[in-house]
């Protein structure tokens, strides 16, 4: 099992570490190398999520509450934390036109 941290932003994997997270960090995940089993973390558009749930894998989202001027920025792990930063399990399926 592997745990796949995806993220660009220093601040998040800071904050990541400081929650005891630790594992494979990559900017950009390669569906091709995630087993059934592995963990992802990270902040990844619904698609993806669909297909990393479809092949086994377990998906965690970093959630955090912005307020306007923060948004487009680098937010270090402290402003993580004072933003309510939180990792919470999702879900997903693609589901076929009815």
């Known amino acids: 099992m ?7 932003h ?4 800071e904050w990541l570490r400081r929650q005891g997270i630790t ?6 995940l390669d569906l091709g190398q995630v087993a059934a089993g592995d963990k992802v973390v990270g902040t990844l558009p619904i698609s993806m ?11 965690y989202h970093l ?8 948004r487009g920025r680098e937010l ?3 402003e993580l ?9 999702y879900e997903a399926r693609r589901v076929e036109d009815a």
């Open 76 to 78: 270090s792990a402290d």
């Open 2 to 8: 592997t745990v796949w941290i995806v993220s660009r």
């Open 63 to 70: 959630e955090l509450n912005l307020l306007r001027e923060q």
């Open 49 to 59: 999520v669909a297909e990393l749930c479809a092949l086994g894998a377990c998906y």
């Open 81 to 89: 934390d004072a933003a309510g930063a939180r990792l919470v399990p």
């Open 23 to 28: 594992g494979r960090e990559v900017a950009h």
């Open 10 to 13: 220093p601040g998040a994997l």
